[in-house]
């Protein structure tokens, strides 16, 4: 009795119809047992199917007959019977026959080799690439007539390809009204159809940052061919699937040129054909595009970020006479919300939510100030995009959590600040604010932090000010200074202030000492070891936290301890903006404020007063450390001057309302007086060293009294802790809260 039966739902139909076809072959040959040679037969006979087909082609590419392979199926029939495997096929008629143990190798390879096609059933050229192999009797006969396991897998491999969409007409997309919309940039256009028009080479390949649209031109033209007002005599316009070229790029590409024959091939992302100073991702396909170029079948359009095009191609003959350059520039603000409305309708429908007139123009202002990793309008759509999926979430009643939203399915300005702190971690109160009058305001800000320290303060003030109104390059950072000054005067504490006012939070701060990166070898920590070294799955100490939060400070402190190399680092990531990490991606510092901190002349920097010739000394001293260069590509080199008696009372002063914070959040209040304030004051016998004994001070003689106070009192919420000066030091005194009559 048998044990199984085989499933049909996993046969395709023409697997299905072998079968039964052999099954009622079964009594002209005399047997009961459902063989591979039996289903081989089957397959030869049915002409309708793929099996046919495919063994039809290899008969006439070979010279053999396939009348041949039947007589030897059949002589193999008549001579042996299979073994059954106890597990039945249901025919057609409801019988059950047993297959053999071969016939069960069959289809269970098969299947595999289905699933490693990507398809969901076993059909006939499944079936007749697993009767190829060792092991199965068909697989002698098979293979004396060149039929093997490696030539049947070649031919099905391209049979996939082939079949799978290795190429898709934009231009007949679009006259079926499959292609969405674009914004008409009517000038690059006008200048894409006049290269078209020309009589000599007619390639050309549009140059421009990541996301500034150069594909939507490409789409803008397809849309123009489906009007009738696209270029004379040119009536496609296909694209090669990407799918396809990573299946087999050389024969998507050919697919590609054969599709495209009197018409245009887009060939986006064009230098992955390229070599140049780095390898060519599709090197199979490298002579195909080239030969494509000097050929006038198809017209090339291709795409390419300028950098790339520079370093992977236009040191190619091929490129360089044949290909025209059409340049592609970021649109303004204007015509990014213009683009923005032509997509509007699309989101609306997409994300079933209403757009206000005012999102688009905000959309493009904010993205152009935040998101500069992106140019327009790559990043204002995907702030968008963004924004309304918030919007949508916030309608969801089955979604957990939800943003604090309205619920009435429309998208304002709000909504897209709230989706812009999302993205950039800045919070949304800073970025909905009036930018003109923070930074207006940008002074005072600062020094109810920073105790003295005017000229510090006014040349970061100036500097930031200055970048924040766009006259500075915007691929550099925000502002590169470098703080000198003793230990304890505010250096680290501006750049926290700094990081609190730009970016809303003192953690928006990346804090590097640089006294740990004395050696050669520690440029690696910084941007992430290369291929092949431990460490390289984790990234740079530097690169991998700004690439994770490109809104933030970066504090190298020490500076002057770091190896030469580190320093060169540092100057490429001033000059340029950014940093190649060990990975091979692009980090950008476009937004990060770099702040370097050293003692350098701190012994010059002796007294609250600084005079020109002391200034002199301190300039001559960083001159003869660093080099021209590095420091040319400073914004401001800020000096710290030592604190005097009075500011160091007023830090004090603020140091004291942390500590009534940090109790306030026990719902206790805490009261210190003056005299309380002179007596820490007086316990400070270093103040050449600045503000950092009073963290001392306040740790030893105010924070741990005080904690054991409390745990031995347990006052209740309102309770007053007063702090006294008497002769023995400090004295603490809780008072219970105030109850008033009802």
Excluded at 82 to 103: K, N, Q, T, Y
Excluded at 661 to 666: G, M, S
């Amino acid at each position: 009795m048998a044990v199984g039966t085989l499933n049909p739902d996993l046969l395709a139909p023409d697997l299905s119809r072998a079968l039964n076809e052999a099954v009622r072959s079964l009594p002209v040959y005399g047997r009961r047992v459902l063989s591979p040679e039996l289903l081989l037969l089957a397959l030869l006979r049915g002409q309708d199917g793929s099996a046919y087909r495919l063994l039809e082609r290899f008969s006439r590419e070979r010279g053999f007959k396939l009348a041949d392979i039947e007589r030897s199926a059949e002589e193999q029939i008549r001579a042996r019977e299979g073994r059954s495997a106890d597990f039945d096929f249901v025919a057609a008629d409801g019988r059950r026959i047993p297959l053999s143990d071969e016939m069960l190798v069959v289809l269970d390879e098969g299947k595999a080799v289905a699933q490693s096609m990507d398809e969901i059933y076993v059909g006939g050229v499944h079936a007749l690439a697993a009767m190829s192999q060792r092991g199965v009797s068909t697989a002698g006969l098979l293979q004396r007539h060149g039929l093997t396991p490696t030539t049947l897998s070649g031919v099905l491999a391209d049979d996939v390809l082939a079949r799978r969409i290795t190429t898709v007409d934009l231009a007949a997309l679009a006259k079926a009204g499959e292609l969405n919309p674009v914004y008409q940039r009517e000038t690059l256009l006008r200048e894409i159809l006049n290269l078209l028009a020309m009589t000599g080479p007619r390639h050309l390949i549009l140059l421009g940052p990541a996301g500034v649209g150069k594909r939507s031109l490409v789409h803008g033209l397809a849309l123009l061919m489906a009007e009738g007002r696209g270029p004379a005599g040119l009536g496609k316009l296909v694209q090669v699937g990407e799918t396809a070229l990573l299946d087999d790029a050389a024969a998507a590409v050919q697919a590609g040129l054969r599709q495209a024959a009197g018409g245009i091939l887009f060939l986006p992302n064009m230098q992955r054909f390229f070599g140049g100073v780095v390898r060519a991702d599709f090197p199979k396909a490298t002579r195909l595009v080239q030969k494509a170029l000097l050929d006038r079948g198809a017209v090339i359009i291709g795409t390419a970020v300028e950098s790339d095009f520079t370093e992977r191609m236009a040191g190619d003959p091929a490129v360089a006479e044949h290909l025209h350059r059409v340049r592609v520039p970021e649109p303004d603000e204007r015509e990014t919300a213009a683009i923005l409305d032509v997509q509007r309708p699309k989101l609306q429908t997409d994300y079933g939510i209403q757009i206000a007139d005012e999102v688009l123009p905000a959309a493009a202002r904010l993205a152009r100030r935040y998101l500069t990793t992106t140019a327009l309008p790559a990043s204002a759509m995907q702030l968008l995009h963004r924004a309304c999926a918030l919007v949508r979430t916030d309608q969801q009643a089955h979604v957990a959590f939800h943003p604090a939203g309205r619920g009435d399915g429309r998208l304002d300005a709000e909504d897209v600040t709230l989706a812009l702190s999302l993205m950039t971690g800045i919070p949304a109160s800073n970025l909905g604010a009036d930018e003109r009058s923070r930074y207006a305001a940008m002074v005072e800000h600062l020094h109810q932090r920073i105790i003295g320290q005017e000229e510090a303060v006014l040349a970061v003030s100036r500097a930031v000010k200055t970048a924040r109104v766009g006259l500075k390059d915007p691929n550099r950072p925000i502002g590169s200074f470098l703080f000198l000054g003793p230990t304890g005067v505010g250096k680290t504490e501006l750049a926290k202030a700094l990081a609190e006012f730009m970016f809303g939070a003192e953690e928006a701060m990346v804090v590097l000492d640089m006294s740990e990166y004395q050696q050669e070898h520690a440029v690696s920590r910084l941007v992430g070891a290369p291929p092949g070294y431990v460490g390289y799955e984790g990234g740079g100490q530097l690169t991998e936290r700004v690439r994770q939060r490109p809104y933030t400070v970066v504090l190298f402190d020490e500076v002057e301890k770091a190896h030469p190399r580190v320093l060169d680092v540092l100057l490429q990531m001033m000059e340029e903006g950014r940093l190649t990490d060990g990975q091979g991606r692009v980090v950008s510092f476009a937004e990060t404020v770099i702040i370097l901190t050293s003692n350098l002349a701190a012994d010059v920097l002796e007294t609250a007063e600084l005079s020109d010739a002391r200034r002199e000394r301190v300039m001559a001293r960083v001159k003869e450390f660093f080099r021209p260069e590095f420091l040319n590509r400073l914004d401001e080199i800020v000096l710290f001057l030592p604190l005097t008696g009075a500011q160091l009372g007023q830090i004090l002063g603020l140091m004291l309302k942390k500590e009534a914070r940090l109790l306030e959040a026990r719902g206790l209040r805490l009261e210190i007086s003056d005299a309380a304030k002179t007596w820490m004051l007086a316990q400070n016998d270093h103040p050449e060293w600045g503000a950092r004994p009073l963290r001392r001070i306040i740790q030893r003689y105010l924070r741990e009294p005080l904690a054991d106070r409390l745990l031995a009192a347990d006052p209740a919420p309102g309770a007053v802790v007063s702090v006294d000066a008497s002769d023995a030091g400090l004295a603490f005194t809780v008072r219970p809260p105030v109850t008033l009559p009802a």
